[in-house]
């Protein structure tokens, strides 16, 4: 059993930064991938990045691509998502998700593991 805390979220103007981060219980963290995922209100819930287990393996949706970045520290049991650039459309509920397969997944449906989520809002 894994639980996911997210955190980091908040108000930011456009063009602005912030860094999410996803504590997460359990010896066996270094074992999982992980992922990110948002959604917007009335929106379906989209893939954002995702690392594999040893981070040495990175991949991204097309619309964060060299804006985001997704990291972990494997020591601290847990994972960031750096998002610089920040644009409106980046508002959303961000979730960190864990899968017990070893590499980065971009389906929601391939994760085990879901955390709460926290806000992320982009001024104009």
């Known amino acids: 059993q894994v639980q996911l805390v997210e955190s980091g979220g908040g108000l930011v103007q456009a063009g602005g930064s912030l860094r999410l981060s996803c504590a997460a219980s359990?010896?066996?963290?270094?074992?999982?991938?992980m992922g990110w995922f948002r959604q917007a209100p009335g929106k379906e819930r989209e893939f954002v990045a995702a690392i594999s287990w040893s981070g040495g393996s990175t991949y991204y949706a097309d619309s964060v691509k060299g804006r985001f970045t997704i990291s972990r520290d494997n020591a601290k049991n847990t994972v960031y998502l750096q998002m610089n650039s920040l644009k409106p459309e980046d508002t959303a509920v961000y979730y960190c998700?864990?899968?017990?397969?070893?590499?980065?997944?971009?389906?929601?449906?391939?994760?085990?593991?879901w955390g709460q989520g926290t806000q992320v809002t982009v001024s104009s």
């Open positions: 998700a864990a899968t017990r397969g070893s590499y980065p997944a971009s389906g929601g449906d391939e994760y085990d593991y």
């Open positions: 359990g010896r066996t963290f270094s074992s999982y991938a």
